[in-house]
């Protein structure tokens, strides 16, 4: 059976996923499925979009919290600043030791303003020329500690002589602490400058914050979720008919050229597939068409080969007698008979050729595999070119490895490959040198053929392998062989799970490659011997007209 490999400019995509690491892997699996890029698409859309929502949300009701409070707090303070002034003018202030208990009184007063739930508390702080007259360093309602009045707002009372506001942590005598709004305005007492400060717990404000916090993160993680559901919804009503396409194209190109798409409804999706099954219909009754005709050529090759061998080997015969006894000839019809020997010999290899050709379009080559040192083939296929290379003017040169370099191949289509492959460096070579490179590694075994002549440009290169092809149709075949040289080699080489590969560029000649795999059923991955020779140049433009046949 014949063998394939790839190419060695093609991904091994199968077997090289499987072994790529979890990153690369996911990589991959990013590349290769639209839905999931979809669905991770707009669910990190959605979550940007549902952040920044929450984030504006909570701040309008963050600043909506403070605002009110602030008002609120604002007032109350002026009220309890005029209470507290309002109770200094009623006292008592000619008894010096009646001012402590008073600021005492006046702290608990103004703290009990604020009920049971603890709306706020009071600190009284004396002035920095005043001295207070409990010896202390201020008054303060309950628990709270005088420290939790920044110095900052201090300042700002007592240099601003008005009432100033700000927010900071609360702090208690428990070491707990807590934010708040401290409001604070000077109080003038008989005993000297005071400030009266009262502090408001944010607890409140706090837990309503926090709600809404939770509130919204919640809500936006449920509707980022949702949208990531739709999203994946709506794909995957989109992406399945394409995968079943997909999979469709694929079993066509496999062969399965029965293979049609369901169709359901009327919408795009339906008329995908509609047109889907049309062209499928198409594809398999003109490749069925092509097959038919393929195999009629084929049987019609082979046939006529066949058919041809048995009056050919008569004429064979009888030419060969006209040629022993030539030189009884006059000069006229000893030629004729030369003629008629030489046009024998390319007649018969033609056949040969043609029987070799009809052999692979039937599947009906095979391998006869060996273990060879591939420089005996290489040396035996130069021999035999010697003769032709000398009637042209070439030198043939060999540079092989000084080992061996043992492959499992079958020799005689390997040295037919090689053969041709000089005998077409020679017959396209202009006279110049043509050399044959050898190399080999663990896995392969190469032979270029390289020669100096008016080379191949990228679009010959791609079709010099094609049966009967030729640049210039309209030259002669004066020289070479039959046109099928090349077509066979390269079926020989695919044969033996192996590459032929042609480089050239105008006026700078040709270098041939052939890469075989060093045991019979491995696989290539790449060649021992660059396909671009070292000695290439830059392409020239060429005289018109001078064409590689």
Same mark, same amino acid.
Not at 220 to 233: E, K, M, S, T, Y
Not at 475 to 485: F, H, K, V
């Given at each position: 059976?014949?063998?394939?490999?790839?190419?060695?400019?093609?991904? !091994?995509?199968?077997?090289?996923?499987?072994?790529?690491?979890?990153? %690369?892997?996911?990589?991959?699996?990013?590349?290769?499925?639209?839905?999931?890029?979809?669905?991770?698409?707009?669910?990190?859309?959605? *979550?940007?979009?549902? *952040?920044?929502? $929450?984030?504006?949300?909570?701040?309008?009701?963050?600043?909506?919290?403070?605002?009110?409070?602030?008002?609120?707090?604002?007032?109350?303070?002026?009220?309890?600043? !005029?209470?507290?002034?309002?109770?200094?003018?009623?006292?008592?202030?000619?008894?010096?030791?009646?001012?402590?208990?008073?600021?005492?009184?006046?702290?608990?007063?103004? #703290?009990?303003?604020?009920?049971?739930?603890?709306?706020?508390?009071?600190?009284?702080?004396?002035?920095?020329?005043?001295?207070?007259?409990?010896?202390?360093?201020?008054?303060?309602?309950?628990?709270?500690?005088?420290?939790?009045?920044?110095?900052?707002?201090?300042?700002?009372?007592?240099?601003?002589? %008005?009432?100033?506001?700000?927010?900071?942590?609360?702090?208690? #005598?428990?070491?707990?602490?807590?934010?708040?709004?401290?409001?604070?305005?000077?109080?003038?007492?008989?005993?000297?400058?005071?400030?009266?400060?009262?502090?408001?717990?944010?607890?409140?404000?706090?837990?309503?914050?926090?709600?809404?916090?939770?509130? *919204?993160?919640?809500?936006?993680?449920?509707?980022?979720?949702?949208?990531?559901?739709?999203?994946?919804?709506?794909?995957?009503?989109?992406?399945?008919?394409?995968?079943?396409?997909?999979?469709?194209?694929?079993? &066509?190109?496999?062969?399965?050229?029965?293979?049609?798409?369901?169709?359901?409804?009327? @919408?795009?999706?339906?008329?995908?597939?509609?047109? =889907?099954?049309?062209?499928?219909?198409?594809?398999?009754?003109?490749?069925?068409?092509?097959?038919?005709?393929?195999?009629?050529?084929?049987?019609?090759?082979?046939?006529?080969?066949?058919?041809?061998?048995?009056?050919?080997?008569?004429?064979?015969?009888?030419?060969?007698? !006209?040629?022993?006894?030539?030189?009884? =000839?006059?000069?006229?019809?000893?030629?004729?008979?030369? &003629?008629?020997?030489?046009?024998? /010999?390319?007649?018969?290899?033609?056949?040969?050729?043609?029987?070799?050709?009809?052999?692979?379009?039937?599947?009906?080559?095979?391998?006869? *595999?060996?273990?060879?040192?591939?420089?005996? !083939?290489?040396?035996? #296929?130069?021999?035999? +070119?010697?003769?032709?290379?000398?009637?042209? $003017?070439?030198?043939?040169?060999?540079?092989?490895?000084?080992?061996? +370099?043992?492959?499992?191949? /079958?020799?005689?289509?390997?040295? %037919?490959?090689?053969?041709?492959?000089?005998?077409?460096?020679? /017959?396209?070579?202009?006279?110049? @040198?043509?050399?044959?490179?050898?190399?080999? @590694?663990?896995?392969?075994?190469?032979?270029?053929?390289?020669?100096? $002549?008016?080379?191949?440009?990228?679009?010959? +290169?791609?079709?010099?392998?094609?049966?009967?092809?030729?640049? /210039?149709?309209?030259?002669?075949?004066?020289?070479?062989?039959?046109? &099928?040289?090349?077509?066979?080699?390269?079926?020989?080489?695919?044969?033996?799970?192996?590459?032929?590969?042609?480089? $050239?560029?105008?006026?700078?000649?040709?270098?041939?490659?052939?890469?075989?795999?060093?045991?019979?059923?491995?696989?290539?991955?790449?060649?021992? &011997?660059?396909?671009?020779?070292?000695?290439?140049?830059?392409?020239?433009?060429?005289?018109?007209?001078?064409?590689?046949?």
């Amino acid at each position: 059976m014949r063998s394939t490999s790839r190419s060695p400019d093609r991904p !091994l995509a199968g077997g090289l996923r499987r072994r790529l690491p979890a990153p %690369r892997r996911l990589v991959a699996v990013w590349r290769a499925s639209l839905q999931l890029r979809v669905v991770t698409l707009t669910l990190l859309a959605s *979550a940007g979009v549902v *952040a920044v929502l $929450g984030v504006v949300l909570v701040g309008q009701v963050r600043d909506g919290l403070l605002a009110a409070k602030t008002r609120a707090a604002l007032a109350e303070a002026s009220a309890g600043l !005029l209470s507290a002034r309002t109770q200094l003018a009623a006292a008592d202030r000619t008894d010096p030791r009646a001012l402590g208990p008073l600021l005492d009184r006046l702290t608990r007063t103004l #703290a009990n303003r604020g009920g049971e739930a603890g709306l706020y508390e009071v600190v009284l702080l004396p002035g920095r020329d005043t001295t207070d007259v409990a010896g202390g360093s201020g008054r303060a309602s309950n628990d709270i500690l005088p420290a939790s009045v920044p110095p900052r707002l201090r300042r700002a009372v007592v240099e601003g002589r %008005r009432q100033a506001h700000t927010y900071t942590r609360l702090w208690y #005598a428990d070491g707990r602490g807590e934010p708040g709004l401290v409001v604070g305005a000077p109080l003038t007492v008989a005993g000297g400058d005071y400030q009266l400060y009262q502090l408001f717990p944010l607890r409140q404000e706090a837990q309503t914050l926090s709600l809404v916090q939770r509130t *919204a993160a919640f809500a936006g993680a449920g509707l980022v979720l949702l949208l990531a559901a739709v999203a994946w919804i709506v794909t995957r009503l989109v992406v399945i008919p394409v995968r079943l396409a997909a999979r469709t194209a694929e079993r &066509l190109a496999a062969g399965g050229l029965d293979q049609r798409m369901l169709v359901r409804g009327e @919408d795009d999706l339906a008329r995908l597939a509609s047109s =889907f099954n049309r062209m499928a219909e198409n594809l398999q009754r003109q490749i069925r068409q092509l097959e038919e005709l393929s195999r009629v050529q084929r049987r019609f090759v082979s046939d006529v080969s066949h058919e041809l061998r048995t009056p050919l080997a008569t004429v064979r015969m009888a030419a060969d007698v !006209l040629h022993e006894s030539r030189a009884s =000839f006059d000069p006229a019809a000893a030629r004729a008979a030369e &003629l008629l020997q030489a046009q024998l /010999d390319r007649f018969e290899a033609l056949l040969v050729d043609l029987l070799e050709i009809s052999r692979y379009d039937a599947g009906a080559a095979s391998l006869d *595999a060996e273990p060879v040192d591939v420089r005996t !083939l290489a040396h035996r #296929a130069v021999d035999v +070119c010697l003769p032709l290379a000398e009637r042209r $003017g070439s030198a043939l040169r060999l540079e092989l490895p000084p080992a061996p +370099c043992l492959a499992e191949v /079958d020799p005689r289509r390997v040295e %037919r490959v090689l053969r041709n492959l000089v005998v077409n460096a020679i /017959d396209h070579g202009e006279g110049r @040198d043509v050399v044959v490179r050898m190399a080999c @590694d663990e896995t392969a075994v190469a032979v270029t053929v390289r020669d100096h $002549g008016v080379g191949l440009s990228p679009d010959e +290169c791609r079709r010099v392998f094609d049966r009967f092809w030729r640049a /210039d149709p309209a030259r002669a075949r004066s020289t070479g062989g039959t046109g &099928l040289g090349l077509a066979i080699a390269r079926e020989d080489a695919h044969l033996h799970g192996g590459w032929l590969q042609a480089w $050239g560029e105008p006026g700078g000649g040709c270098n041939f490659r052939l890469t075989l795999p060093r045991r019979a059923g491995m696989e290539l991955v790449r060649s021992p &011997l660059p396909l671009r020779p070292p000695d290439a140049r830059r392409a020239v433009t060429l005289a018109p007209g001078v064409r590689r046949t």
